[in-house]
């Protein structure tokens, strides 16, 4: 069993940066692949990135190029850098794990609770 807890969201401004990270415990973190995915209000869980046990990030085209991950293994800790936001990156995001490499959510077996990320124009 694996629990997530996200942290670092907040209110930005367009333009800005924020990082979230994603504590996890369990036995497994350093096998794990890590997953971010977002959700805004009406809308369906979207994928954000996803980032291999090894550091290999892959992102979705919405956020590349102003999304960034990175990963601690030693700390169980992985890291969603965000920059240039834009309000369409307004939502509550979720850290997810899975034991592969996937980009739908419903492939994912362990989820944090969410924290909210809210970008102002």
């Known amino acids: 069993q694996v629990q997530l807890v996200e942290s670092g969201g907040g209110l930005v401004q367009a333009g800005g940066s924020l990082r979230l990270s994603c504590a996890a415990s369990g036995r497994t973190f350093g096998s794990l692949h890590m997953g971010w995915f977002r959700q805004a209000p009406g809308k369906g869980r979207e994928f954000v990135l996803t980032?291999?046990?090894?550091?290999?990030?892959y992102a979705a085209d919405s956020v590349k190029g102003r999304f960034t991950s990175s990963r601690d293994n030693t700390k169980n800790t992985v890291y969603l850098q965000m920059n240039s936001l834009k309000p369409e990156d307004t939502a509550v995001y979720y850290c997810a794990a899975a034991r592969y490499s996937f980009t739908v959510p419903d492939r994912y077996d362990y989820w944090g609770q969410g924290t909210q990320v809210t970008v102002s124009s």
């Open positions: 980032i291999s046990p090894g550091g290999t990030p």
